[in-house]
């Protein structure tokens, strides 16, 4: 009876691991129904340009900007790059993955040529046919990283500075990097869901994808701080 209870209550609390961590739940139905998918998406897409206008703050991937001049253009344009990036770097690896299972576990080769390379190359840049619902994710995906711009613009209301050291180009303050830890996680939750239900790979491939995408985001700031910062 107490075996019988445990196994009970281990059970019920990995369900709710895994509602929290793996969110199909509430991400399913709204990929697999294309009018809501879009609306979510586009309303996602809006309030996350909307709150890094307001917060004059940039976004390039999962990493938040500080650029000494506020420009109205740059921000939003920063914005459509980390999609179109999101959406390439996502639609690659599993590509990638997807081809690696053909070959080593299913045992599929087949031999490249002209129409094999122009198949693999339809196949990236649609994200293997699903692109709406993968453009419709990564919108939702990057929705968390909002969180940010968002507590700035709550500093503004209060009069007091929360998360925005002034004079950094990149969060400095604990407060500041705390938030954006926690935004880049859920932005990696969403991803990670996301992305193993829509290329059908199992989800632990999925987090090592989406996971990959944040140190992707690490090497970027490296490279834009030292081109801006020489």
Not at 76 to 105: F, G, K, M, N, P
Not at 197 to 205: A, K, L, S, V
Not at 212 to 225: A, E
Request: glycine share 6%; net charge positive.
């Amino acid at each position: 009876m107490v075996l019988n209870s445990y196994k009970t209550s281990s059970s019920r609390f990995e369900r709710i691991v895994s509602n929290i961590f793996y969110p199909s739940w509430i991400l399913v139905p709204i990929l697999e129904n294309t009018p809501i998918a879009l609306i979510v998406g586009a309303l996602s897409l809006l309030l996350t340009v909307a709150l890094f206008i307001n917060g004059k703050v940039s976004l390039l991937l999962l990493h938040v900007y500080h650029w000494p001049s506020f420009d109205l253009v740059s921000t939003t344009l920063s914005i459509a790059v980390t999609v179109v990036i999101t959406y390439c770097y996502l639609s690659l690896t599993t590509q990638l993955y997807d081809e690696y299972r053909r070959r080593r576990i299913l045992g599929e080769s087949q031999r490249v040529d002209a129409g094999r390379i122009r198949s693999l190359l339809i196949s990236l840049l649609s994200f293997n046919g699903q692109y709406v619902k993968a453009f419709v994710a990564i919108c939702i995906g990057l929705l968390p990283m909002s969180v940010y711009p968002f507590l700035i613009f709550l500093g503004r209301v209060w009069g007091h500075n929360l998360v925005y050291r002034g004079g950094s180009v990149v969060p400095a303050s604990l407060a500041g990097n705390v938030a954006l830890v926690a935004a880049q996680m859920a932005c990696f939750i969403i991803l990670t869901t996301a992305t193993s239900h829509i290329r059908g790979i199992r989800w632990h491939i999925s987090a090592l994808i989406s996971f990959s995408l944040i140190y992707l985001s690490i090497i970027l700031q490296y490279v834009v701080l030292g081109l801006s910062f020489p």
